[in-house]
Every structure is written in C-alpha cells, then in structure tokens.
C-alpha cells in the first residue's frame, strides 16, 4: 500500500516519490516507513525523490533526508534528490546543512537519465 | 500618571480641542511666511488638521508625553506623511522639523500655559519632529538601499556561456551584500536554465576576506545541492596566497585558473552528462 | 522588553500545542513574509528558521506561542518572529547555538542555523521558566 501523501511509483528497477509542498514530521517518517518496504520488496536500485515543490527543508527535515539515504544504501540503492529549488539550496547551505553522501538531479528526468551512465 | 500632570494634559487638550481652527491657521500663516517648500494653503491646513486631530487622540491615551508621538501610531503615521510629502518637495529635513516644532507656539498661543503645560507641550512636540526627522532619514536610506540593490544587479549579470553553462564574471570588490546578490542571481538562473555546470570567475576581483570565501563555499555547496556543479576561475596567485593565509579550505571546489580552463572543464562535464543522457537505459 | 516596545504592531498569534500547529506556524509566517514584501529567497530564510524555533518550542519547550509582528520606523522597518515557551529553559544557550549541540531531533543545527539566517537574533531563557527566541528581517 502507498501512503496517500506522498505517491511511490516504480519504473523498472527504480523508484520514484513525489514529496509534496511541505514536508510535516508525520509525513516524512511514514514516508520513510514506506519507502524502506518498497526498496525490499521490488529490489529496486535506485530511488529518485523529487523535491521540485518542497518550499521548505529545515534542519529536522534535512536530518530525514539524510536518514532515508542511508538507509536505502543499507538496502542497496541510491538516493538521487532531484529539483531542489534554488530557494532551499540557499537556506540549506547557509545553515551548513550541505547534505554529504546524498547525490543530487536538476530534475527526475536528469536522475533518471544519469542512472544509465558509467 | 500624577493628579497635576494629569490635570496639565487635560488642560492641554481642552485647549487645542477648543482652539482647533486658531492653531490650524497660526501654523499654516507661519509656514507660508517662510515660503518653504511650495504648498498652498489649503492643502498645508488639511494637513496640520489631521495632525492636530491624531494629536488630541493620542493624548487621550495612557502613554508618557514624549511617547505619545511615537506610540500613538496614527499620530506618528500622520507626521511621517507630512515628512515624506514636504521631502519630495524638496524641504530640507531642518525645515521640515522646524514646521513642526512650530505647533509649539501655536498651541501656546491660544492658552494662557502653567509651566508644566507648557513643558508638556514641548514633550510632545519635540518628539513629533524627531519623529519627522527620523522619517526623513529612513525614506532616504530607503532610497540609497534600492539604488544600491539596482547597482549591484546590474554589476553581477549571469551569461548564457554555451549549452547548459553559466558563468558569471565578477569584477571589483566583493563585499558581502554584493556576494550574496551574486549567489542568489546564479542560483535562479541555474534552476531556469537548468544548467549542468556555472562559473564563477573572480578574475576581476582584487581582494578576497573571509566573508565573501564563505559566500563563495555556500554558492559550491548550494549548485551541488541543486544536481549542478560548479568551478572556481581566475583565482590570481595573490588570491591563492590569501585564501591561504585565511585558513580556508578550497579543495572540495573545482577551481580552474583562468575562464577557458573553466569552460573546457565545463563542456567536458556537461559532455559526460550527455553522454550517460543518450545510452540507452538498462 | 525591548521586543514588544511601541515601534512594533502584531500582527498574528499562533498557539503551538499540536503537530499541525508546526504547519499552521509555517504558513502564517510564510504569508506576512509575502504581505511584508519579502523576495523568495528572503522568504524561505525566515520560514525555515521559524520552523526551526517553532519546532523547538513543541519538542523541548512542551508546547508555547509564536507571535508575528511588523516592526515600524524607527530603527527601520522589519518582520519579527518572537516564539515563546514555559518549558525547562535553557541550562547553557551559548552551547545551544553552537552548531552540532543537540538534544532531540535534527542535526543539532536548529537555533545556531536560524540565527544565521536572520538579521537580528535574541534569546532569552532562565532554567525553570521558559524560553524566548526573537527573530527579526528588516524589510527594507
């Protein structure tokens, strides 16, 4: 079963989740739940989540982030974070919140088209 | 408050209540005999009448006299209007507080003051034309600030280097204000254009402090968090020499020593994207 | 209390007991940033360090308020975020600034983080009684 809020579909070997325009706690944590489930379940090798309309990460949010990218590396897939906007990239980096060990897109067609690179 | 201050301003305000009209053309008489600036009588008496109006409001409310202009938000916004008005006109801010220390008299005139109404007057009055003042200077600074704000876009443009390249070449001194309206420029246009790699290149720029390296490491780490990259170029050896001294750490950047460099790096990194682009997935 | 003097009006009260109240907070600084006449990146840089006061206020402070205000000439004009808690307080808010200290959820970057991205920060809190954090952006 997807959660209602965020949506997970899965094109071959990859999953893709849209995050929605906030990101409240609740949400995220059982976003995190699904996501896990789902990487087992389809053996998926790589995750896109798709931030394009997220307005706002803060430092808690930023924290989930990063937990749901390592735990899917434990799972054996990759997290590309795609379409941050500029707005956010700003205020992570000024709160020196520069995400280490989590790749990036421009957008989901960028993640899923470098997937197939070297 | 204290029965006879209380009694003063009770006093005070059963003058000017009463005396409205007198006040109002003592003031405006006053103005037009220093002929500064060029406004006609009956716009000056609209004004002062507002004033008096907010005035005799704002005395009948529990603040300190010398708060009462301040506080009494009508009062304050009706004497920044007037500030703001006489200022396009061309009034110095001296003229300006004068008109309004000249109430003082005017209010004056029309009672027969004990000292302490007379001191109570003056409070207030002088806390009004600061108040004038004070809105001269702000609308100023207001002005310089967005002037400023135009300058420095206009001093930082992004260009469309080749396909999915930016660059933005930087010339003179980077303070932090300007670094940051840099950041942000290039940021926005990375996200329009969906750029693979942006340059900065500081050929141009003379000196580096610790404030605007910062600024720089932020815009390296913000393009990254946007799945862009981003290269350093025209660090000049003296640059090197204080970026070094600084103690800062540049080698997470990808730095180029002059704009070609840059660009070659640039066109191999979106290549290597195209690249991956056009495989076929699987 | 030099955060409320008379030079600033407020402009919306928003209790924070509940989770959704953390949203509520979000949007009602999101929308006076907007009326105020913030850029977008402005704009962002104030939401998220409210979240971040706001977020602390629910999860240490058990729960508090957070209160907008226009701040008016003189000094200049502004938006100020106060968030306020009766909780624990602060034993060492110097520590609590630095960033790495952490006590909950987040990566210890949640007070330092939102006073760098404001332009004036204060923060006042008594072990026993509570917790006030005031942000402000000048607007112009």
């Known amino acids: 079963m997807t959660s209602p809020d965020i949506p997970i579909i899965r094109l071959g070997e990859v999953l893709v989740a849209g995050l929605s325009r906030e990101l409240d706690d609740k949400t995220v944590m059982l976003f995190a739940d699904e996501l896990s489930r789902r990487i087992g379940d389809t053996r998926a090798s790589t995750v896109v989540l798709d931030i394009t309309k997220v307005e706002v990460i803060d430092s808690f949010a930023a924290r989930m982030l990063m937990e749901i990218a390592a735990m899917a590396r434990l799972l054996g897939a990759r997290v590309v974070l795609a379409g941050m906007r500029y707005s956010v990239a700003i205020t992570l ?26 | 408050m204290p029965g006879d201050r209380q009694a003063a301003r009770e006093a005070v305000m059963r003058a000017i209540a ?14 037009l005999a220093r002929a500064t600036p060029a406004i006609g009588g009956e716009e000056l008496g609209e004004e002062v009448q507002a004033i008096i ?5 704002g005395l009948g409310r529990d603040l300190p006299d010398d708060r009462v202009a301040t506080g009494h938000a009508p009062l304050r916004e009706a004497v920044a209007d007037l500030s703001r008005r006489w200022a396009r006109l061309g009034a110095s801010p001296t003229a300006i507080a004068t008109a309004v220390f000249s109430l003082k008299p005017a209010i004056l005139g029309c009672m027969a003051p004990q000292a302490e109404e007379a001191l109570l007057v003056g409070r207030l009055i002088d806390a009004a034309a600061l108040v004038s003042f004070q809105t001269y200077v702000d609308s100023r600074e207001e ?92 660090i000049s050896p003296r640059i090197a020499q204080m970026v070094a001294q600084l103690g800062i750490d540049l080698s997470e950047i990808t730095t180029r020593s002059s704009l070609a460099d840059a660009l070659t790096e640039a066109m191999r990194l979106v290549q290597e994207e195209g690249r991956t682009e056009r495989t076929p997935a699987g | 209390m030099t955060h409320s003097d008379l030079s600033s009006t407020s402009l919306q009260t928003v209790p924070i007991h509940t989770e959704e109240d953390l ?22 840089k104030l939401v998220t360090a409210a979240s971040e006061l706001v977020r602390n206020c629910y999860v240490h402070g058990g729960g508090g308020v957070l209160r907008i205000e226009r701040v008016l000439p003189p ?50 809190s008594e072990p026993g009684r509570g917790t006030t954090v005031v942000i402000t952006r000048w607007t112009a």
């Open chain 1, 93 to 118: 980096a000024e709160l020196g919140l520069a995400l280490p060990g989590v790749e990036t897109a421009l957008s989901v067609e960028h993640a899923l088209n470098r997937r197939a690179g070297p």
């Open chain 2, 18 to 31: 009463g005396n409205r009209g007198r006040i109002a053309s003592t003031w405006v008489d006053t103005q």
């Open chain 2, 53 to 57: 109006s907010c005035l005799l409001e």
């Open chain 2, 143 to 234: 002005i310089i600030q967005r002037q400023n704000r135009q300058l420095l876009e206009i001093s930082t443009p992004v260009v469309h280097l080749w396909h999915r390249v930016l660059a933005v070449p930087l010339i003179g001194t980077l303070d932090s204000a300007r670094a940051q309206i840099v950041m942000e420029s290039l940021l926005q246009a990375i996200q329009d254009h969906q750029a693979a790699v942006a340059i900065i290149d500081i050929t141009g720029v003379p000196t580096v402090d610790t404030v605007v390296a910062q600024h720089l490491m932020q815009t390296v780490t913000a393009t990254r968090l946007m799945g862009a990259d981003c290269v350093l170029s025209g």
């Open chain 3, 23 to 44: 949203l509520t907070a979000r949007h009602a600084v999101r929308a006076a940033a907007l009326a105020e006449g913030l850029g977008l990146v402005a704009q962002t």
């Open chain 3, 75 to 124: 000094p200049r004009r502004g938006l100020r975020i106060v968030v306020a808690d009766q909780g624990p307080g602060i034993e060492d808010p110097d520590a609590a600034l630095a960033d790495g200290y952490s006590t909950g959820p987040g990566l210890g970057h949640g007070l330092g983080g939102a006073r760098r991205l404001v332009d004036e920060f204060e923060l006042r």
